[in-house]
């Protein structure tokens, strides 16, 4: 998708760039972050939807919907052990603490995930909302109780199932069907932002899509980190394309920032 002329393209060895968008980053009233997959794929998550992804193992229509939890749950859980055992003992990585330092130095006040490995808690994020839930949690459609995820149910080849009222657990993340989480909340924290980083992510799946398109149409500004770019006729004058590996770019960033 092309890029806009009146979009500021800034490469892993931007220079001066890196301290004018800082400048303005220090300056806006509201940043928000907007992360994808991209941003894990340095910590060793492949992308789903990539060529080889789980998604090229496991049709989510044949395994992840909530009709086929609700159906046959042991189905189900063949392809929550195998996401289970991909985000095992991953770290967050240089992207993930940059943000973390940028809301520590105030100048970022949240971040939306589609992601639900949980590394931006790890590298301390306090602000998070996980737009499709989390996998470090197990989750009773029946009477509503959430338990932590242990080890042993990604080994185990029964189901387990909630100890107060028997019915099958599922991992704490949105199946297709399922109605996402936080909108709302997240609705109003965009509602005031006036500068918003898109990151790793190609802003093509709803309800995440139309996040930096109401950014913009309350006058906010787009920093979009991607290696190509993605946002389209989002972009305006004034918004910023980081290009390149955001393990560089996002540090960079920060860096050009400095403390407070």
């Known amino acids: ?12 060895t931007g220079g001066q760039a890196y301290c004018e968008a800082a400048g303005l980053l220090k300056t806006a009233r509201k940043a928000v972050a907007l992360t994808g997959a991209g941003i894990s ?4 998550i492949p992308d789903f939807r990539s060529p080889g992804g789980l998604w090229s193992v496991f049709s989510p229509e044949e395994y992840a ?12 859980w063949e392809l929550f052990r195998a996401l289970g ?11 993930h603490q940059a943000l973390a330092e940028l809301e520590r130095q105030g100048w970022l006040q949240a971040v939306v995930t589609q992601n639900i490995d949980n590394l ?5 994020s306090s602000r998070v909302f996980e737009i499709h839930g989390d996998h ?15 080890p042993g149910h990604l080994d185990a080849t029964d189901i387990p199932c909630c100890a107060m009222c028997g019915f099958p657990l599922k991992p704490n993340v949105v199946l297709f069907g399922e109605a996402v989480r936080d909108l709302d909340a997240i609705h109003d924290c965009l509602a005031d932002c006036d500068l918003l980083l898109v990151i790793g992510t190609s802003a093509q799946v709803y309800p995440a899509a139309a996040l930096p398109a109401l950014v913009r149409q309350h006058g906010g500004r787009i920093m979009e980190f991607n290696r190509e770019p993605s946002l389209g006729t989002v972009v305006g004058r004034g918004d910023f394309l980081f290009q390149g590996d955001v393990l560089r770019t996002l540090p960079a960033l920060a860096d050009a920032c400095g403390p407070r």
Do not use: D, W
Request: net charge positive.
């Open 1 to 12: 998708m092309p890029t806009s002329p009146k979009q500021t393209i800034v490469t892993e």
């Open 41 to 44: 794929v340095g910590s060793g």
């Open 65 to 76: 919907t909530i009709e086929v939890f609700r159906r046959h749950p042991a189905k189900a």
């Open 85 to 95: 055992k991909v985000l095992v003992g991953k770290r967050a990585n240089a992207a």
């Open 120 to 124: 931006h808690q790890q590298a301390g």
């Open 136 to 150: 470090q949690h197990l989750h009773c459609l029946q009477c509503g109780a959430i338990v932590p995820l242990l």
